[in-house]
Nanobody, 124 residues
Framework: QVQLVESGGGLVQAGDSLRLSCAAS????????MGWFRQAPGKERECVVV????????VYVDSVKGRFTISRDNAKNTMYLQMNSLKPEDTAVYYC?????????????????WGQGTQVTVSS
């Protein structure tokens, strides 16, 4: 059973940065397409970014392009999301997810394993 644990969320001001981490266990990390999703109160879960199994291909949602950077370290079974120039509209619970399917899967239904989420709050 694959387990995903996010960390690194918090309360920051607009313009600040945060780095989220997602630590995986119980499976072969490099077998999974990985994604970061977020869900704000009253809104549907949104795919923020997806990274391929070896990290060579990445797809971002337009609203975070140029501000967020995803990376993964398959040797450490860990994925990261560097978030710069944060905006109040980035406020959400951020989830990491693992998919055994094809890249890039941007739908929640395409993911097999989920973390518990970490709260990111950006004040104006």
């Amino acid at each position: 059973q694959v387990q995903l644990v996010e960390s690194g969320g918090g309360l920051v001001q607009a313009g600040d940065s945060l780095r989220l981490s997602c630590a995986a266990s119980g499976g072969t990390f490099s077998n999974f397409v990985m994604g970061w999703f977020r869900q704000a109160p009253g809104k549907e879960r949104e795919c923020v970014v997806v990274i391929s199994r070896r990290g060579g291909s990445i797809v971002y949602v337009d609203s975070v392009k140029g501000r967020f950077t995803i990376s993964r370290d398959n040797a450490k079974n860990t994925m990261y999301l560097q978030m710069n120039s944060l905006k109040p509209e980035d406020t959400a619970v951020y989830y990491c997810a693992a998919s055994t399917g094809a890249f890039p899967s941007r739908r929640s239904q395409g993911y097999d394993y989920w973390g518990q989420g970490t709260q990111v709050t950006v004040s104006s």
